[in-house]
Every structure is written in C-alpha cells, then in structure tokens.
C-alpha cells in the first residue's frame, strides 16, 4: 500500500459524532503511553499527524483521521485512491484521572467500538518491553465477549534486545492460549526503524479490497 493522504478530520466526543460511516475505518487503541501516535505516524508516514505526548492519557476523544491510499501494484493512469479512517482512540487502563472520568471514556469507547457500523478492525497496540499485564489481557477478552475482530500490535521493539522482545511477545500469546483457542493476527513493530509497518498496511490494503468485493455483491 501506497499512502497518498493523510490529514486530520475531526475529534468526537462519542460514536454518534462521529463522520458519515461510509468507508472502512481501523481504530487504534491501548494503554496510556504504548506508543499510539508514533505507530500512527509511521504507518501514515506523517511524523506530525498524531500529537506525540510525553503526558500519558493526553488523547481524550474519537480522533479521526482520513487517510487515502493507493495499491502496492497500481496501473500507471489509473491511479484511483481508496479512501479509509484511521481512528485514534483514548487509551484504556487510564492515567490518573477521576473515577466519573475514566467511566465516561468507558462508556465512549465501549459505545463507539460496538456501534460503529463500518469498524473493520481494532488494533490493540502491546508494549513489547513488558510481560504480559493483566490490563490488557482483560481488555482483549472483553474484545472477545463483544465478538469484534482485532490484532495485536507489540510496540517499542528497537527498545529492548530482540531476545527480549520475543520472550515478551510469546509470554503475551502463551497467556492468550489460555483463554483463545485461536489467536489473533500480531505485528512487532517500531516506529523508530519502521518495523511492521509494510505488513499492517498490506493487512489494512486486504481488508480494504475485501470490503470492495462485498459491497460490490
């Protein structure tokens, strides 16, 4: 996938806010400072689109972005783009906020990622240089118990040894594989070298041509 666009649209305050549901859209999310808006960066190739933060909990709303693409393997003349959101959510296991604050974006995460009708897929970004937190783990069964598809994207791998982050990355899914019998699609990624960044975009370009064909039936 090619990248042609990518620009800031709107911040929402809940699901019903948000843009007219008529492209695909993929939803970003996970603890306060795992790296979202660097990951969001470097997919978009756009180090300025996402405000980096060093102040976990800085993303408060539904941030959408309008991102348009083209194919790795475009026909020279035809250079049709296919628009999608890309979806910039509120981190969950929240920084210190109050009780009724961390309860309204709950409720607004919750609501958006049940009700959006056009959500293909959540990525659910897990800092590779920890073992597994039950934080996320309890979040990622509750993904489960909603029936939403999703992937796991293990961020910050250039900080750590890559013996390391492979501990780390097979300890998260031995602890998924006691509760999954199948497991999600997973990336490592860093947004500092690039890593993964090729393969969550060809998964993104996949989803996008398989939403085509069956608009198209």
Known sequence: MIIKSAKYLI??????????PDRPEYAFIGRSNV??????????????????????GKTQL???????????KHVPGKTQ????YL????????????????K?????????LRKRENLVNIFVLIDSRH??????????????????PFCIVFTKADKESQKEVSKNVKAFLDAMRKTWQFLPQSFVTS??????RDKILLFIDQCNTAVKEQDAN
């Open 35 to 56: 790296g979202k808006s660097s990951l969001i960066n470097m997919l978009v190739d756009n180090q300025k689109l996402a405000k980096t933060s060093g102040t976990p």
């Open 62 to 72: 539904i941030n959408h972005f309008e991102v348009e693409s083209l194919p790795d």
């Open 87 to 102: 979806v910039d959510l509120p981190g969950y296991g929240f920084a210190k906020v109050s009780q009724s604050q961390r």
């Open 81 to 84: 783009t296919t628009p999608w």
């Open 104 to 112: 309204q974006w709950e409720t607004m995460i919750e609501n958006y």
């Open 191 to 196: 947004a500092i070298k690039k890593m993964g």
């Open 11 to 20: 911040s929402s305050p809940d699901f019903q806010q948000c843009p007219k």
């Open 131 to 148: 073992a597994p937190q039950k934080v996320d783990l309890d979040f990622i069964n509750q993904l489960g118990a909603w029936e939403l």
